[in-house]
């Protein structure tokens, strides 16, 4: 399990506490609003606080609408970037796999949480689970993912050919 294999409990600095408490408190204020769920998030850059997010899922009808990927959007329409390799995250609790995985895309250094995904798992939610569906073979999960083959495939595949053929460097592949 995820949590148990790789989640390290470390003595927090005084400045990841007080922004870690921040995000924990948008938390638990968003258990004021109906249909909200307990996560928030903030994004950090150069000590300043840049953006915050909660889950909002349901207020938006949008399943990606997750406390992290709030703060993500936010901090990238204020600082007109979508790579953050100078911020920091802290988040309530820590974050599920499309959370965790945007925070890569967006090249954080750095994740700061409070609740690990053990926890989130003993208080109903499905994150512990979804890191486990993801170690699983293809064939294997839930989620039944088929990919096309033949001429389909081969135009997918010529149109990120033209993308890749038309940036100013070459393409290191990333396999």
Not at 49 to 71: K, N, R
Not at 85 to 97: H, I, K, N, R, T
Not at 116 to 143: I, K, M
Request: glycine fraction near 6%.
């Amino acid at each position: 399990m995820r949590a148990e294999r790789n989640t390290v409990a470390r003595e927090l600095i005084q400045v990841d506490q007080e922004f870690l408490m921040r995000a924990i408190e948008l938390s638990r204020r968003s258990l004021e609003d109906e249909g909200k769920t307990p996560f928030g998030a903030i994004v950090v850059v150069r000590g300043e606080i840049v953006s915050e997010g909660t889950s909002s899922v349901v207020e938006l009808s949008d399943p990606t609408a997750h406390a992290e990927v709030m703060a993500l959007r936010g901090a990238g329409r204020k600082l007109g970037r979508h790579l953050l390799e100078d911020g920091v995250m802290y988040a309530s609790s820590e974050p599920c796999p499309m959370c965790l995985v945007a925070c890569y895309w967006a090249r954080l250094p750095r994740i700061v949480f409070g609740a690990t995904s053990h926890d989130v798992a003993v208080n109903g939610f499905e994150d512990l689970q979804l890191y486990r569906e993801l170690t699983y073979p293809a064939e294997s999960r839930s989620l039944r993912e088929d990919v096309a083959g033949g001429s389909i495939r081969e135009q997918a595949v010529e149109v990120l050919q033209s993308w890749s053929e038309a940036l100013p460097v070459p393409v290191v592949p990333k396999l």
